[in-house]
């Protein structure tokens, strides 16, 4: 938002002083929790995780914004936004907050505006075209009546279709570009009621644009069914049948980026969300095969021979650090060769404990976790195995990755005895310790930075733990010096605020009198003793 800020406020400077004084700061506004205003972004993370005041507050933003726009417009002026979202439920809070403001749809336009090699778009699920609405200020007007504003829209959309497929726009794009001519049926009541229904209930957006949805992806269906001189809409067809329909008409069987499917699904009624929830299909040892499949060309992957010497070289570190995998050679190599180039330990972790949480999302969870990790980290980690380092910020900054702030997000939500952890604050204090020993150890892959992420990682949901084997075992790839790293992290144990207590003392004393490693290491949910009495705190 910054970026366009600051080119609209030179741009404006100048014209009036009421311009000048909106945009006298030199950056946008952020979000401020006091006031509940400033940047309007639904992102959970401002709210430790709660979805349902996120999106309370941004709607309630939205409808401020556009309240403010109705009182500056002329009885006759033109209200345009633009925009474009691929979740039903972005929509949806969109045209609450305009028909709250008093505003009403009269057009819809949908212009290809996106470049399709923009980073969004490669990352992720992204629309082509973004959809300009064109709103006027609705009149005083009485509430509707779900019949007649269903049929009326009815009436109204399949005219814009017409347009919409002769003007050539096609995919999934036709789909939710087509969404904005409903939504003027719907928009000039300021409530609409449900005729058949008990007193009092309205029909609700949700019910509006999913009735809307359907009716544009049996239109489509219609033209695919009968050619495109048809002229005739399908209805009754199931909705992985009507998926089906669409996706082998627009692609065939070529292959396509995840985002059209997930457009198309959504468009059909199917979730890509709903669908994973209620079954996980993905075993525990298929995991890295999914993650393979996702993340690399089946090119680079057809011929799995050529992981050997890599996961060979990558064992050779970690035996040197845990006998206990060096004894069985055999079962180890078979072991990573089937997850390469993921390190096995670490897609258990995810399976094993963070698949327990809420508000991870299984399989789904995992997939856009190391999508976020690998998109960063590809352009600077070298290391032989994807494990604890790709969720390292670059080494030329401080602070933590974008992956690893979503999981922060994502732990903080999980209450212990009746209170939430802020984890973001602690594993930037953990990372900034662990900087600070691994400077002049020579553990130039960023050892100990690993370990507080992967001590992180193991202990979550609140109370797991990891021993002291599996932390050496996910960093034994990149061939530590093993007193060198034991060292390190001894270190760590002793200065660490955040490393519970019980477990951190759990540690023998070695023949030479000198104390050994702690047995388990767990990031606590609380300060332990050390940050107490610490004279200079940061937490």
């Given at each position: ?12 400077h100048g ?6 004084k909106?945009?006298?700061?030199p950056l ?14 639904d992102d959970?993370s401002?709210?430790e995780g709660?979805k349902?005041?996120?999106r309370?507050?941004?709607e309630?933003?939205?409808?401020r914004?556009?309240?403010?726009c109705r ?5 006759d002026?033109?209200?345009v936004?633009?925009f474009a ?6 929509w ?10 008093g505003?009403v749809v ?9 470049m399709?090699?923009?980073?969004r778009a490669?990352?992720?699920?992204a ?5 300009w609405?064109v709103?006027?200020?609705r009149?005083?007007?009485r509430p509707?009546w779900?019949?007649?504003?269903l049929?009326?829209?009815e ?23 087509a ?6 049926a719907?928009s ?12 009092g209930?309205?029909l ?8 809307v949805?359907r009716l544009v992806?049996d239109?489509?269906?219609g033209?695919?069914l009968?050619?495109?001189?048809g002229?005739v ?8 049948t009507t998926y ?8 065939g ?5 995840a985002?059209?499917?997930i ?5 059909c ?29 089946m090119?680079s992957i ?11 070289a ?12 060096k004894?069985d050679?055999?079962?180890a190599e078979?072991?990573?060769?089937g ?5 096995p ?6 399976y094993?404990k963070?698949?327990a949480?809420e508000?991870f999302?299984r399989?789904?969870?995992i997939?856009r976790?190391?999508?976020l ?7 600077w ?10 969720f390292?910020?670059?080494?030329d900054?401080?602070?933590?990755a ?7 997000s ?12 802020e984890?973001?604050g ?15 150890d020579?553990?130039r892959f ?6 507080v992420?992967?001590?992180?990682l193991?202990?979550?949901p ?8 599996e932390?050496?075992?996910l960093l ?5 010096d ?10 760590w144990?002793?200065i660490s605020?955040?490393l519970?207590?019980?477990a951190?003392?759990d540690?023998?004393?070695g ?6 490693l ?6 606590g949910?609380k ?11 940061r937490?």
């Amino acid at each position: 938002m910054d970026f366009f800020y600051v080119w609209l406020r030179r741009t404006l400077h100048g014209l009036s002083p009421e311009i000048d004084k909106v945009f006298q700061a030199p950056l946008a506004p952020k979000w401020d929790h006091e006031a509940q205003d400033g940047e309007l972004i639904d992102d959970a993370s401002r709210f430790e995780g709660d979805k349902a005041r996120s999106r309370t507050a941004y709607e309630e933003g939205m409808f401020r914004a556009f309240g403010a726009c109705r009182q500056a417009l002329k009885p006759d002026g033109r209200l345009v936004i633009v925009f474009a979202n691929k979740q039903a439920n972005a929509w949806e809070t969109l045209v609450s907050a305009l028909i709250r403001a008093g505003f009403v749809v009269t057009a819809s336009w949908p212009i290809q505006t996106e470049m399709g090699n923009r980073t969004r778009a490669l990352a992720s699920a992204a629309l082509s075209s973004s959809v300009w609405l064109v709103c006027q200020k609705r009149p005083a007007a009485r509430p509707g009546w779900d019949g007649m504003v269903l049929k009326e829209m009815e009436e109204k959309i399949v005219l814009r279709l017409r347009d919409f497929w002769d003007a050539g726009i096609r995919g999934p794009d036709f789909i939710w570009a087509a969404t904005g001519p409903a939504m003027e049926a719907y928009s000039k009541h300021p409530v609409v009621k449900k005729a058949n229904a008990p007193a009092g209930e309205n029909l609700s957006v949700s019910e509006f644009l999913s009735h809307v949805r359907r009716l544009v992806a049996d239109f489509v269906v219609g033209r695919v069914l009968s050619g495109n001189g048809g002229t005739v809409a399908v209805s009754g067809l199931d909705d992985v049948t009507t998926y089906y329909l669409l996706h082998r008409h627009s692609f065939g069987l070529a292959e396509v980026l995840a985002g059209n499917c997930i457009l198309y699904a959504l468009a059909c009624g199917l979730s890509d969300v709903a669908q994973e929830e209620p079954v996980e299909p993905v075993g525990k040892e298929d995991v890295a095969e999914v993650l393979r499949r996702r993340f690399f060309t089946m090119e680079s992957i057809r011929d799995k021979e050529a992981f050997k010497p890599h996961v060979v070289a990558a064992l050779k570190g970690i035996y040197d650090l845990d006998p206990l995998t060096k004894r069985d050679k055999q079962a180890a190599e078979a072991r990573f060769f089937g997850s390469y180039p993921f390190h096995p330990d670490m897609t258990d972790v995810f399976y094993s404990k963070w698949t327990a949480m809420e508000s991870f999302q299984r399989t789904r969870g995992i997939l856009r976790t190391f999508a976020l990790a690998l998109r960063d980290a590809a352009k600077w980690d070298e290391s032989p195995l994807v494990a604890a380092n790709v969720f390292l910020e670059s080494p030329d900054k401080t602070g933590i990755a974008a992956a690893t702030r979503e999981l922060s997000s994502i732990a903080t939500t999980e209450e212990y005895e009746g209170r939430r952890q802020e984890w973001t604050g602690i594993l930037e204090g953990e990372l900034a310790k662990a900087r600070e020993i691994q400077a002049g150890d020579g553990l130039r892959f960023r050892e100990m930075e690993q370990a507080v992420l992967a001590t992180f990682l193991h202990s979550q949901p609140i109370g797991q733990k990891a021993l002291t084997r599996e932390l050496l075992v996910l960093l034994g790839a990149t061939r530590p010096d093993k007193i060198t790293l034991e060292k390190a992290l001894q270190q760590w144990a002793d200065i660490s605020w955040f490393l519970d207590d019980e477990a951190i003392q759990d540690a023998e004393t070695g023949p030479d009198g000198k104390k050994l490693l702690p047995k388990s290491w767990k990031l606590g949910s609380k300060p332990n003793l050390r940050h107490h009495f610490c004279p200079a705190k940061r937490y």
